[in-house]
């Protein structure tokens, strides 16, 4: 049996006490979180298909490539020098490709990059899908509301 998980945003029921009810099956979390919730309360990253992006990756702001880049070093250097909540303007990320700023991998507008890593994550995604078509499967929809219905909502 398969269980496919569909979240949006915080919901009543905590990750933790989720985790636990899934930890054992053969789940798969869709989820428009982009704040790496599951993956803090032990869901294996293999597992997880972050349609909105990822706080955690920068991108080209225009994009003139397909590449996301790791961001915690930087985010966290910012943090340490920002003064008056102002970082020193060498500090501001930009593009290695076309010297461009960086900014984070959120879909937001036709500029969102859907990487490598992404299309892998969607990939793993449909395949728990059609590996469980003819299973018995339970799907656990919480949070899901209607600010982008076509990525869990409506499919």
Known sequence: MGVLVEVHKRS?????ELYACVKDK?????????????QKFGFDKQKLFYTQGDYGLFQCSIPCHSNTYD??????????????????????PRCPVCGKPMTMNLRSDSK?????????A????????EEHKNLPTIFIEL???YNSPGI????
């Not at 009543?12 to 933790?16: E, L």
């Not at 969102?112 to 892998?120: K, N, S, T």
């Open 71 to 92: 961001n915690e070093l930087q985010i966290r250097t910012m943090v340490a020098e920002q003064k008056n909540m102002k970082i020193p303007s060498e500090l501001v």
């Open 152 to 155: 869990i909502k409506y499919p």
């Open 122 to 129: 969607y990939l793993r995604y449909k395949d728990f899908i």
């Open 143 to 145: 949070g899901v509301g």
């Open 12 to 16: 009543a029921i905590g990750y933790k």
């Open 26 to 38: 053969d789940y798969f979390v869709i989820t428009t979180n982009v704040a790496h919730c599951f």
């Open 112 to 120: 969102f990059v859907q990487d490598e890593g992404w299309e892998q």
